[in-house]
């Protein structure tokens, strides 16, 4: 999933768009290994957010292009959350898909995650129309469209780019 890059400056409380092009090629630096784009926020996934590396990653992104959240704003106000799994009737655990919501606790290390979907989501929740999702876009395609530009995307890969598997 990326965000989009339509220029947007917003706080907690209010949000200002304009239609005008913004270009961040300044922050594009070519160098022997490829394109670095520089003034991207890091942010520790620290113990207060064991298992919330998307969120951290979409705040990131958001202050990149200047929208000022930080990462408890996010997930308190913003981020679609629902509960642990739970055993069904059946015998089966259920659960809300983390296609549409984070699942568990971003706090705890037993929180499941969530994909693109929820974060998504959210960064529109904050800003209309701001982020969009992309699957199975190639790293090639996505350097070319976005990163060679000097616009930062959010990507979700296994380890090692490993092909998926169904877990349990």
């Known amino acids: ?27 594009v630096l070519q ?6 784009i520089v003034g991207v926020p890091h942010l520790a996934q620290s113990r207060k957010y064991a298992t919330a590396c998307e969120s951290l990653a979409a705040v990131e992104l958001l202050q990149y292009y200047g929208i000022e959240i930080d990462v408890d704003a ?11 799994p739970g055993q069904g009737e ?4 259920h659960a809300e898909s983390p296609w549409d919501y984070f699942i ?7 929180g ?13 929740a ?14 090639e395609a996505l350097c070319e469209t976005y990163i060679d530009r000097g616009e930062p ?5 296994t380890i090692d780019m490993a092909e998926t598997r169904e877990g349990h």
Not at 90 to 93: I, K, P, Q, V, Y
Not at 113 to 122: M, N
Not at 153 to 157: D, G, I, K, S
């Open 104 to 110: 568990g606790d971003p706090s705890k290390s037993n």
């Open 1 to 27: 999933p990326i965000a989009s890059t339509a220029p947007t400056a917003a706080t907690t409380e209010t949000t200002v768009t304009t239609t005008e092009a913004v270009s961040f090629t300044d922050r």
């Open 126 to 139: 904050m800003v209309p129309d701001l982020a969009i999702g992309l699957e199975g876009v190639s790293l």
């Open 90 to 93: 059946d015998g089966e655990l």
């Open 74 to 84: 996010f997930i308190e106000q913003y981020l679609p959350v629902a509960d642990y």
């Open 112 to 124: 499941y995650g969530c994909y693109s979907g929820a974060i998504v989501t959210a960064m529109n």
């Open 153 to 157: 995307v959010m990507l979700w890969a």
């Open 31 to 36: 160098t022997e290994d490829g394109v670095q």
